[in-house]
């Protein structure tokens, strides 16, 4: 069965330090992996995906994250935490259903805290 | 902006009650998601549309009802409302054989 996992409930990290978000996933076949970010008030915003190719990912608002297979896990990461980048963050893996589209299973959401 | 859009922003209603919410896709894109996101139950796919035609059910309640019309627009229809049905309703757009969604701004329903 498809699943994901993020252990954290809540992050915190102090401005300018290095920032991660957890992800594990259970898959069957190649892992297509999402990150999303909501903030308050506010729909899901697509930050970044997995797919093939290199396992580090490059994403929007100087978002990236590692994929690795061994470990099952797509951490989201960024060098140097800014405020404004507080805010609910959720990992997806997508589940191809039998008529070939495809729906995206979401983690339960890590808060993150970004103190100045 | 992801160019979804989601009619009206907040809703309030009673217990017992039926109410409609509307989702316009991006532009282009024929799929349509619902979920509902609530605080204990966290963010649940509700059911999928593509091209007026549903295509994957989730969580679903009998209660529940969607709609894809011909013009792309989704509406998603919740009867018999039960104080438990307060969420925030998304709605998704994307392509079908892409998978990356875009979300639209949310409906805030509260049940009193």
């Known amino acids: 069965a498809q699943s994901v996992a993020q252990p954290e409930d809540q992050v915190n990290v102090a401005e300018g330090n290095p920032l991660t978000v957890k992800c594990t996933y259970s898959v069957s076949g190649n892992p297509y992996l999402f990150w999303y970010v909501q903030y308050p008030n506010r729909g899901l915003q697509f930050l970044l995906k997995?797919?093939?190719?290199?396992?580090l990912v490059k994403g929007s608002y100087g978002f990236e994250a590692e994929f690795n297979k061994s470990q099952t896990s797509f951490h989201l990461k960024k060098p140097s935490a800014l405020v404004s980048d507080s805010a609910l963050y959720f990992c997806?893996?997508?589940?191809?259903?039998?008529?070939?589209?495809?729906?995206?299973?979401f983690g339960a959401g890590t808060r993150l805290a970004v103190h100045p | 902006d992801s160019g979804v859009t989601q009619t009206p922003k907040h809703l309030i209603t009673a217990t017992g009650q039926r109410v409609t919410l509307r989702c316009s896709p991006r532009?282009?894109?024929?799929?349509v998601y619902w979920y509902q996101q609530s605080l204990d139950q966290g963010l649940q796919f509700l059911i999928q549309?593509?091209?007026?035609?549903?295509?994957a059910k989730g969580n679903i309640l009998e209660r529940f009802s969607a709609q894809q019309f011909p013009d792309l627009h989704s509406e998603l229809n919740l009867s018999s409302l039960e104080l438990g049905d307060s969420a925030l309703y998304f709605c998704?757009?994307?392509?079908?054989?892409?998978?990356?969604?875009?979300f639209g701004p949310g409906t805030r329903l509260t049940v009193l």
């Open positions: 549309y593509y091209n007026g035609e549903e295509r």
């Open positions: 532009s282009g894109d024929l799929s």
């Open positions: 997995y797919i093939t190719g290199d396992n």
């Open positions: 998704a757009s994307g392509e079908k054989y892409q998978d990356t969604q875009y």
């Open positions: 997806a893996v997508r589940f191809a259903t039998s008529g070939g589209y495809n729906k995206l299973i």
